[in-house]
C-alpha cells in the first residue's frame, strides 16, 4: 500500500464519496474501528461538513496509521479513494488529488478497465449493489452497500481481514444485522476486480 | 454499554465528553442542541433513559436556561452538566458569569464553533474565547482522549476550588472525529472522583439567602461579623482561580496514579528541551502543531510545541519557564480580540513582558470558520516568523494564515 | 371555606425592619405565602423589588432558603433546584420560583412557557405589580393600557396588558389562580393547595398594589386592591384540574 | 482582621431582623392604638385583627390587647385604614408636621 | 427643550447620553431598563412622546430583543440606539457578536456596572470588557461631556467603518452625577454628521440575503466572482477595526473644527511630557488620576495620566509612543479577567512587548463593585509601584486597591 | 372561496436546485407564501431548516430580502425591521418573521410574546415540523406526546407539545390562522388576506411534514400533511378580529 | 487577485438558481410522465395542475403538456403520488437500483 | 468658607442628609446648577447608592470649585453638611467627617445653640419646615424644604445670591412653582440663624 507521510508516521489516508443516506460517514468509522483492532494505533475518521440531504453528494474520510494520527485537516492527497456510488465518478471528481500509486474502489457491476478512468493509480470495482441486495440489506427500496465496500476495501488494500470486519460488525450491531453485513462484505470481498498501474503495489 | 472494563473505543469527541460525563455521575443535565454539540446531549438523553445514567435530563428551551437549570441544581447539591457551542455559549453569557460569582462547580463543555454573524457551524475558538474573563477555568482539549479525561478532572477542579469549569474541544475536528479513546472503568473514576459536597446548601433547615445584593462596602452581620464586600468576593474568586493551577497540576497527578495517563499539567511540551523555536496554541491545532516541529526538526530547525491545556488560568510561570530557552514563541489564535490581536498572542506577551530572556513572539490567526489548516501551512508560518526575526525588525502585526482577500 | 383570620398560623417567615417601601403590597402577600409554606420551601428570586425586600448580604429579611437568580432565569433556576432535589432524593420541599410582572410577562417568559410545556414540578408565583417598580416604574407587559409610567411618560401604555393566567391557560397548566394581596386569607388557601398539588406546575398570579408606583398613599394599600377586585379590573378565580 | 473571617465565598445571607436598620425612624406618622375602641380588647376574646392581618411589616402581635413593634413599624396606615373600629388613628411622628 | 443656542446645562451623564442620541437624530431606539441605565430610556421615551425626537422608541421585552430590534432597524437603514448595563449587556451577548459580524453601524451606551453573581447595582468595567472581542469599537468617557460628545461622534466613526461602537461610562459616578455640560445645537451636530447610508439595504427592489449561513472556503457566485468565505468577513472585520483607529483620530478633528472642543484622540494625556510615572486608566478613574498625579508632582514625583478613549481599537502605537519616556507605567482596570489579569493591564504589557524602552508596568484592580476610589489611593499604589521598581524585583502580581480581606 | 390552482399566481420566488431535503414540506408552504407576497416583503429568519433552504453565501435560493437572524431573535429583528421602515417612512412593505416550531415555541417565544404585545405590524409565520430537524431531529416544544426524537430516543417525549396558536389567542393577537403544505391554495389564501390586515400583528402557524424528520418516504408529503389534518391532529382555522 | 473582488463587507447573497448545485442528481427515483393519462393535455385545456401545485422544488411547469424540469427535481415522488389521473411515475434513475 | 483641597483645585464638599422623598438629590442638583451659574466653573452633585425608600435615610453631596472638578469619590470630610430633617442629626451621624470649621446647616425650628450639638464647627439652622408649609410647598400634609434649605445654605455661605437660586428655579420650574419655591427660599434665608465656632469664617 501506499502512505502519505509527513515524515516518520506514515499515514494511510482514504477518502469515501457518497450521497447522503448511503452510511459513507458509518463505514469510515467502521474501517477505523475495524483497522484499530488490526493494530493500527492510529485511526481516525470524519464527515466532510456539507449538506447532507439524502442524495447529496458527501465525502467522509478515513485516516490509518501504525502511530497515533496527529493530523486532523482535510485529505489533499488521497492514499485511496473509494466511491460508493458510480455516479459521483463523473460529478463529484471523486479521482480529485488521489496519489499516483494510489487505489480508486469502486461500487459498481463494471470492470475497473470498464470505467474508463485514466490515471496514475489502480482501480478496484466490486458490485457491492448486487451484494447488498443479495443479502438483504434493503432499506426502502434502495441497496445499503457502505458496510459492503468494506470488503472491496479489504480485498484490495489487504490492510484490514475480512475476519476483524465481522468482529466490528458483532461490536456494533446487533448479531442479525452483524451477520447480513459480514455477509455482503465478504460476498463483495470475493467479487472485487483489481486493475493495478502506476506504481501503486 | 456495560462499564466493567477499561477499553479503548473509537469514538468521536462528543461520544467521549458525554462519556466522561456518565462515569462522572452527573445528576442533572440541561442542554440545548446546536451544531456541533448536538451528539453530545443526544448521547446523554440516551443514557438517561436506558437507564445507564441516573441522572435528571432537562431538555430545556434556550442555552440561557440549561446553565440556569444547572445552577439551580448545584446550589442544592446536584452535580450539574451542560455542553454548548458558539451562539449557545454567547447566549448564556449572563449565567456564566453568574456561575462563577456563585462559585457553583459546573462543568460545561463547550463544542468551539464560529459566531455569527454570518452563520458557520465550523469550528474555531471564538465562542469560548470570548468568554475567557468570567471566572471560569477553561481547558482546551488537543484529542478525543483529552477530552474524556477533562470533564472527568474537571469536577474535581471545580469542586476542590469551587469554581465553574469550561472543557473546550474543537468542532468536528474533533466533536466529530472518531479516535482511539481508552475509556476507564467505573470503578475507577469513583475512586478518582468523591461525591460533589457543596459550600453552601439551600436547605429549609438552615435557610439561607444566597447572592443577595452585596454593597460596595464591607457590612457586619447580626453576629458582628464583618462580612465581604462585592469587591472581596471577587477577589476571592480570583483567588480560587489563582489557586486553581495548583489544584490542576495536583488533579492531575492523582489522575495519572489511578488511571495512568499523564498528559500534561497546564500546559504540555513536545520537543521542547533544545527547541529554539515554539509553536503554541490550544486545541486539536496544537496536536497538529507537533506535526509541523516534526518536519520542521527535519529540515533543521529545532522546533517545538507548547500546548495550551489551561488558558484560564492562564499558566504564566509555566509559560515563562517553558519559553525560558526558546528565540521565538510562534502563537496561532483560532479567535481574534477584534481591534488587538488574538487572545492567546496577548495573554502570552503579557506574561512575557518581565521575563529575563524575553522570547520574540509572533501571532497568527488561523481557521476562522473552519478554515483548513495544514500542517504545511504551519512549517510555512514558521518560515515566515524565522525571517522577520532575522530581518531585525521589531514589531510584526499579526499573520493570518491562508487569508484569500 | 376561606381559612378564618384567628385560623391564620401565628409563624411568621418575612421579618421586619426589611426594605420595602411603607404599605407595599408585595409585602402583605409574601407574608402569607411563606406562612403557607411553612418553612418547607426553597425560593428562586430574580431582580425585582422582593430581591429589595429581602436584603442585603450579609443579611436576609426572610426566613427561607432562596436562591437569587438572574432577572430573566427564573423558572429555568427553580427547575434546577427542582432537578437537583430530585436527583437528590429530596422529595418533600415545595420550590417556589417567585418574581414580579416584568420577570414574568417579560424577560422571563420563555422560562417560564418552558417549564409549562416541561410540567416541571414547582409554583410559580408571579407578583403583579403592573411596571418594572425595582428599576423605577418603567412599562412592562403587564401595565395596563393608559398608565402613565417612566417609559410612557406623557401618552401613557398605548398597548393592553397581556393577560398571563390566560396564557398559562393556553399551556395547559394544571392549576391556576389569582389573588391579590387583599385577601390575605384567599391567598393563604390557593398556596396551601398548590402547595397540596405536587409534581406538577401550579401558577399563583397575585396582584400587588404598589403606593409609589401607582401613586397613592401608603394606607390605601389594601383598599386600592379591593377596589381593583370589586370594580371588576382583577378577577380573582381558581383553574384547576385540566387535562 | 479583615472580611474573610465571615468564612463565605459567595454572598450568602443570614435571617435577621432589621436588615434595613430600625425601619420605624422611616415613620412620618405613627400608629396610636385606643383599646377602648379595640374589638378584641373589648370583647375580650380574639376576634378582627385586621390590623394584624394586613400589617405589611409584620409588626402588629395578634394578642389581647394587641401591640405594635413601632422599632420598625413604617407608619404606612393600613392598619389604621382597615380597623374596622376606627380603634387606630396616625399620629404625626414629629411636631414640625402637620397631619 | 428648544435646541437654538449651544449651550451649558448642568446634568447627569444619561441625561448627557440621550441628548447626544437626540442631536444625533436617531430614528430608532430599543432598550430594556436597567439601573444605572435607565434614566437614558426614560429620557429618550420622553423625547419621543413630546415630539422632540423624530423617532420609533420599541419598549422591548429584553436586552438581546432591544439589540435585535437595532440590528433589524439599521439593515434596512434606519440609525439605531441602544443602552444597557452589566447583566443586561451579558444578556444581549450573542447579538453583540452578531451587530459586528453583519458589519451594523449602531450605537450603544453601556453604563459600566459590576457584573452579578452576587448582585450589585454599582460601578466597575467588567460588563464592557468581558464584551471586548467581539469586534465593536468601544469608547470610554471621562465625565459627561466626553458621554454626549462620543455618543455624536460614535455614530460617525461606526457609519464611516461600518462597525458598531459601545459608548462606555461609569454608572452611577457618571450616570447619576451632574456636572456642565455644553449641549450643541442641533444645526452644528447635523452639520458633523451627515445621515446614515448603509453598506447594504434590504430592499424588495433589489433582494439580498443577508448573513447567510458561509463555507470555510471562498466560494464562486453565479456571475464567477470568487467571494469571501468566513475568514476573509473576518479579515475585513478586524482590517475595519484597525481602520477606525485613523477615523477616531479625524473624526475628533472635525468635531473640533465643528464643535471647537477636542478632548483627545484614542487617548489623551496629562502632564506626561516629563512625566517618569504614568498612571493609565479608562473612564472617569482617568479623570481622577489627574488629581492624583497633581498630588504626587506636589511631593515631587514626575507623574502623568494617559487616558484610554479607545479601548477597541486598542491603540498600541498611541500607547508605545505615550510611554516611551515614562520608567513606570501603572494600570488601573476596574474589571479583571479572572485567571489572568486586568484586561488594560493585559493589552498594555502586549502592546509594549517589542517597545524599545518598555517601561515596568504595574497593574492594580480597583473600583470593583462601587467600592470607592480616592485619588489618596491612586497615590499610594504609585509609591507602591515605585517601591517595587526600586527593589528591583522583576514580577509583580496585580495589586487590589482598597481590599478588605 | 378558496383561490383555484389555476389561479394561483405563476410568478416563483424560491428558486430550483436549493438546499431543502426531497420532498421537503416546509419547501412547499414557503413557495406558496412566497407567491402571496409577490415579492413586497421583508424576511427575518432565524437558524432553520429554511437556514438552509435559502443557501450559502453568497447565493441565495429566493428572490426576496431577506435577513438572517439570531435563533432567539426573529421577532425582535422582524420588529426592528418594521420599526426601520417606519421611521423612514416606508409604508407598503410587508414585513414578515419566519421561524421553526423549535425557534417559535422555545427560544424564540419570549420575542413573540414580545411583539404580540406591543401589537408589531407584520406577520409572524411559525413553520411546524414539530422538532429541532436542522440539528438533527431533537425534541421541542412542539413535538407531539409520545413522538421519538433524537433527544427523546427510548422512552419518547412526555410531554404534550404547547398550543402556540391558542397562546397566541391568549395574547390577543388580531388575526391567527392555521395551515398545512397540504392545502397549498388555502394557505396562500390566509397569507393574503394576513397581508391585508395591516397595521397589527398577524401570526400564521403551517404544518409542514418533514419525511426525514418524522420517518416517511419523500413522497408521502402531501399525503401525511392531509392525514394530520383529516384525523384531526391538526387543525385548520382562522382567528381574526378580536378586540 | 483575492476575494475582495467581490466587494461585499458582509455576507450578501443573491438569488441563484441551482444554489445547492444541480440538484437533479440527488435523484434516485425520476419522475416519467405520461402525457395520454395527463388531464390537462388531454382536455386541451388548463386544469388539474397538481404536479405543479404540490411540486416542492418548483420544478413543474404548468403548461399543456406539463413539464418537469429535470436538472434539479430531486425525484420526491410527490407529483406521481398527487396525480389523480396516475400520469406520472417514478422510474429508477440507475439501473443498479430496485424500484 | 472652607474648602477641602488636594492642591490647586479648591473645592468646597457639600453632603446633604434627608429622607427618601425629600428631595435632598434635586437640591443637590439644583446647588450646582445655581453655583455654576455664579461662575464656579466647576460643579458636581450626585446621589449616594441606597435603598431610596420613602422615609429611609439618604444622601447626596454637592462639589463646588472654580475649576472644574475632577474628584468624584464620595466625600469623606465635607466642608458643609446639610440636614433637611433634624431627625437625622442622631439616627444618620450627621456630622461625620464635618471639617474642623465647617458648617452644619440644619432644617429646625431651633436656634443652633438649642441643637446641643459640639463640635469644632459652626452651626446653622433654618426653619425650612416653616417657610414650606407658608408658602404652600405641602404634598400630601408633608412639607418639601429641600428647595427652601438652598436659602439656608445661601445665607449661611454667601456662595450663591437669592437671585441665581430664583434663576435657577425658573429654567427648573414652571413659573408658579419656581415662585414658590424662591419664596421659600428667600423667607428660609431670612429665617437663618448662624453659630460661627472653631476656624470657620
Ligand atoms: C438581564 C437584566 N435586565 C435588566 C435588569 C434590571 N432589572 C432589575 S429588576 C427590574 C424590574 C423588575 O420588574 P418586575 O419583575 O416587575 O419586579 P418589580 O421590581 O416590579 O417588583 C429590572 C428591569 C436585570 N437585572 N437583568
Ligand atoms: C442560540 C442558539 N442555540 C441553538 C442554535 C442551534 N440551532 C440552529 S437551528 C436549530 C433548530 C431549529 O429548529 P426549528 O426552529 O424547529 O426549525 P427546523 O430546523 O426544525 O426547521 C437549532 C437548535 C442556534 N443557532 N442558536
Ligand atoms: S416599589 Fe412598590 S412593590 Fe416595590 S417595594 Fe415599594 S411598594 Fe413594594
Ligand atoms: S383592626 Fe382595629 S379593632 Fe381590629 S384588632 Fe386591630 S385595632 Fe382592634
Ligand atoms: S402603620 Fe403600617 S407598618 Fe405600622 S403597624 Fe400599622 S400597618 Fe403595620
Ligand atoms: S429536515 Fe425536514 S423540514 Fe428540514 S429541509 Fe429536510 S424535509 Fe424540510
Ligand atoms: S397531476 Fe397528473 S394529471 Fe394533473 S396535471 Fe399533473 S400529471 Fe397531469
Ligand atoms: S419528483 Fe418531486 S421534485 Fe420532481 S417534479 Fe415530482 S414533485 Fe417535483
Ligand atoms: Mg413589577
Ligand atoms: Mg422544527
Redo the contacts with the bound molecule.
Sequence with gaps: MNVNVLHDSRICEIRWHGRGGQGAITSAQLLADTAYNESFLGVTASPTFGAERRGAPITASTRLSLKPVRIFSQIEVPDIVIVLDSTLLATANATQGLKPGGWLIVNTSENPDQLGISGDFSIATADATFAAQKVGLVVSGFAMVNTAMLGAFARTTEMISLESIKNTFMRKFSAQAAQKNYEAASLTFELTHLLRRGNGN | MGDDNSRTLIITGNEAAAIGARLSRVQVIAAYPITPQSPVTENLSQYVEKGELDAQYVAVESEHSALSVCIGASSVGARAFTATSANGLAYMCEQIHWAAGARLPLVMCCVNRAMAAPWNVLNDQQDSMSQRDAGWVQLFARDNQEILDLVIQAYKIAETAYVPVMVCYDGYILSHTVMPVDVPTQDDVDRFLPSYTPHTILNPDNPRNLNQVTLADPRVNSSGVLCHGYLEFRYMLEEALHDTMQIISDTNREFTSVFGRNRGDLIWNYELDDADVALLAAGSIATQATVAADELRTQGVKAGVIGIRSYRPFPKEALMEATSKTKLVIVFDKSLSYGNEGPICSDLKSALYFSEMRPMVHGYVAGLGGRDIKARELVEATYSSIEWLKSGESIKTTGWINCQI | METNVLDLPEKEYMLPGNRACAGCGLAIAYRYILKALDGNAIFAVPASCLTVLQGMYPSSSVNIPCINVAFPSTAASACGVAAGLKALGKKDVTVVAFAGDGGTYDIGIQGLSGVAERGTDMIYVCYDNEAYMNTGNQRSGSTPLGATTATTPILNKQQHAKDIPQIMESHNVPYIATACASYPADLYDKVRKAIDKKGVLRYLHILAPCPPGWGFSTKDTVKIGRLCIESGMFALYENEDRN | MGTRDCGHISAMASPTVGEAGKTGEWRQLRPV???M??????KGKP???????YCPEVV?KRSI??EIDLTYCKGCGI?AE???????VMAPEHATQES
Aim: aromatic share 8%; proline share 11%; glycine share 4%.
Design positions: 392604638i385606643n383599646h375602641k379595640c374589638i378584641p380588647a373589648k376576634a378582627c385583627f385586621m390590623c394584624w392581618l402588629v390587647p394587641i392598619c382597615e380597623c374596622p373600629a376606627g380603634a387606630i
